[in-house]
Nanobody, 126 residues
Framework: QVQLVESGGGLVQAGDSLSLSCAFS????????MGWFRQAPGKEREFVTA????????RYADSVKGRFTISRDNAKNTVYLQMSSLKPEDTALYYC???????????????????WGQGTQVTVSS
């Protein structure tokens, strides 16, 4: 069974940077597409970014493009989310997600992932 554990959230000021990590266990990490989603209070969970199995392909939501970077270390079974130029509207619970698949039409959808972490809170003050 796949387990995902996020870490690195916290309270920062607008313009600051923050890095999140997601530790993967239970299966062969390199076989899984990895994604980050976020959910703000009162809003639906939304796609942030995703990275392919080998790490060569990435996809970003328009709202974070140019500010956030996803990466993965298949030797460490970990996916990272480097966030910079943070804005108050980035405040949310950030979730790591995994699926035994390749990039496709469901990559940006919550329906495209079978496994989810518990989330880590990111709060950006103005």
């Amino acid at each position: 069974q796949v387990q995902l554990v996020e870490s690195g959230g916290g309270l920062v000021q607008a313009g600051d940077s923050l890095s999140l990590s997601c530790a993967f266990s239970g299966r062969a990490f390199s076989n899984y597409l990895m994604g980050w989603f976020r959910q703000a209070p009162g809003k639906e969970r939304e796609f942030v970014t995703a990275i392919s199995r080998g790490g060569h392909n990435t996809r970003y939501a328009d709202s974070v493009k140019g500010r956030f970077t996803i990466s993965r270390d298949n030797a460490k079974n970990t996916v990272y989310l480097q966030m910079s130029s943070l804005k108050p509207e980035d405040t949310a619970l950030y979730y790591c997600a995994a699926d035994y698949t390749m990039f496709g039409s469901t990559t940006i959808s919550t329906n495209g992932y079978d496994y989810w972490g518990q989330g880590t809170q990111v709060t950006v003050s103005s």
